[in-house]
């Protein structure tokens, strides 16, 4: 799994209903500098890994008939 370890996880799922994401790009919209729109730079999708990466987590575009849906996983944390 890419999401390794045992433990708790802490998810956040965001939809939008707009185009999609197409299913050539999905492998690539992480990459740095790939945008698929006209005047994109390509940075957002690449920092919003880093930062789960950062914390042990990951994010992911999941299938949808329509919109595009998101998701980002971190561990859960027992601050008890």
Known sequence: SRRGGNGPWV????????????????????????????????????????IAQRHQGFIEVLPSKSGAVFQVLLPAVNRS
């Open 11 to 50: 998810g956040l799922r965001v939809k939008d209903y707009g185009p999609g994401v197409l299913r050539e790009h999905r492998e690539k919209i992480f990459e740095p500098c790939f945008s698929s729109k006209k005047n994109g730079i390509g940075l957002g999708l690449f920092i919003c890994r880093k």
